[in-house]
């Protein structure tokens, strides 16, 4: 099997134009009439929907931010009645306050046809045994590939995260033939394999569908030996619907977007103007075929550049879009979590012994895996104080940090004084995983 849907994944670039500028012009239209947000922000722009009369004309539109999602929080972006919205998922926003979409039918529809898609790109078939082991929940890892395998007809595992040893031990005895988690995840799986003695062997693993966050190539390499396998990398957001808005095939340059639904631009992040293909700048996606929460130009402060040329390695004819690897504003992505450092600040402006703004974040990367640690400064009168109570606002501070981030911090409390202060910018994040 070599596409899922041979037709749209080899589509000649005027017939794609064609499509892509049927639904933009659609999808204008509707969110002119139902979403008031949209219709506020284009009257200020001077854009009517009659000015879009396809794809080209793209660039006449307004952009939209996670700011704006934030403004509207929960629901206010939803372009259909909550009767038609058949599901919810939501990613971390900057101040805690989460990113919301909604999903009719047809748009887990068309997520299930992107995952799916996405697996033939892997070398999956339906005689595949798909073991998923991104988190099931509001985050969109796990039902995204959940959908797409089950969409595909492969034997679909929800084992969901954690628990590695349990996870070990159903890939072999369950014989899974693909592995779908956050990168980080796979190398962990990898070396307990290696530390419990386990053989490559006794595993029937040929591929992996590796996403969420940003990994290397030698990432990707290590991965591979360790596992035996073939690792693809797979890229999608909340926003935009979840994993399978683009995936390697394969070849050597970037990933496919499925830009039937999701089209992408490029722009230059200062200046807010395209950029030509194969040049770095952010990365912009409209979705063209959303009910729920369509989306028009949204800043995905994500890195990349795009790529029109036919792909050698697969002969898919979907625009490729450069592996991301790096982000345009301050979100940290700590195995796979989402975390921007405003939360962390306004979890530590509520706990009174501390002095809210001197802290420092300092993310690693220990045995493959993402580490976080948070130092802050104890107020004088605290820290003079017994070592019991103390320890207690380290664990206070730990347990509300667990709570608000999704994900584990170390807590290390400093005495007065002790960060370091800076004339200009203070420098908060210590991200060693980068040098
Ligand atoms: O991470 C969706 C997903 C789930 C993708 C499973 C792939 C696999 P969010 O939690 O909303 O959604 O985070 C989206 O994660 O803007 C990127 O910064 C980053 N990201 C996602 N995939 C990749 C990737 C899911 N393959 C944010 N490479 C995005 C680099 C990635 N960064």
């Known amino acids: 099997m070599k596409y899922f849907n041979e037709k749209i994944e ?11 500028s049927a639904r933009l012009v659609d999808l204008v239209k509707r969110v002119y009439e139902n979403v008031p ?3 506020a922000k ?10 879009i009369k396809g794809i080209e004309d793209i660039d006449k539109l307004p952009f939209t931010t996670k700011a704006d999602l934030r403004a509207n929080y929960p629901f206010g972006t939803f372009a259909v009645p909550m009767s038609e919205i058949v599901r919810v998922h939501a990613s971390s926003g900057t101040t805690g306050k989460l990113t919301v979409v909604g999903y009719t039918a047809r748009d887990l529809d ?4 992107s995952a799916a898609r996405a697996l033939v790109m892997a070398g999956c078939t339906k005689e595949d045994i798909v073991h998923v082991s991104y988190g ?15 969409k595909l007809g492969s034997v679909t595992i929800p084992a969901s995260a954690g ?28 070396e307990e394999i290696a530390k419990n003695g386990l053989d490559l062997s006794e595993f029937k693993l040929k591929r992996g569908i590796f996403g969420a966050e940003p990994w290397s190539d030698d990432m990707k390499r290590e991965i ?8 693809f990398d797979i890229y999608g957001l909340s926003e935009i619907s979840g994993p399978g808005v683009s995936m390697s095939c394969g070849g050597d340059w970037g990933l496919h977007v499925m830009e039937d639904f999701f089209y992408p631009e490029i722009i230059d992040p200062e200046t807010l103007r395209p950029v030509p293909d194969k040049t770095d700048g952010e990365l912009v996606f409209t979705t063209l075929n959303k009910q729920g929460i369509p989306l028009i130009r949204y800043r ?4 990349s550049a795009l790529n029109h040329d036919v792909c050698s390695h697969c002969g898919r004819t979907l625009v490729r879009m450069k592996r991301v690897s790096g982000r345009t504003d301050d979100m940290l992505i700590i195995r796979g979590v989402n975390v921007f450092p405003s939360q962390i600040e306004s979890v530590l402006m509520n706990i009174k012994e501390i002095v809210g703004s001197h802290y420092q974040i300092i993310v690693d990367r220990v045995d493959n895996l993402d580490t976080m640690e948070i130092q802050v400064e104890l107020v004088p009168e605290v820290f003079s104080d017994e070592v019991k109570k103390i320890e207690e606002i380290r664990r206070h501070i730990e347990h509300d940090m667990m709570g608000n981030l999704g994900v584990g911090a170390k807590i290390t409390l400093v005495s007065p004084d002790s960060l370091p202060l800076s004339m200009g910018k203070t420098v908060r994040i210590i991200d060693k995983r980068k040098q």
Not at 13 to 18: G, Q
Not at 42 to 51: E, N, Q, R, T
Not at 225 to 230: C, M, P
């Open 10 to 20: 080899t589509m000649s670039r005027d017939e794609m134009s064609a499509l892509q």
């Open 37 to 39: 947000y949209y219709r």
């Open 42 to 51: 284009m009257d200020a722009a001077g854009v009517k929907p009659s000015d």
């Open 110 to 113: 068309d997520w299930a046809e």
């Open 136 to 150: 099931y929940g509001l985050f969109t890892g796990g039902l995204g590939l959940h959908y797409g395998s089950e």
């Open 163 to 190: 628990n590695t040893m349990r996870q070990i031990a159903l890939l072999k005895d369950f014989g899974a033939t693909a592995l779908a988690c956050t990168p980080s995840y796979a190398m962990v799986i990898g």
């Open 224 to 231: 591979e030996r360790k596992l035996g396998i073939e690792a």
């Open 300 to 303: 995905t402060r994500d890195i």
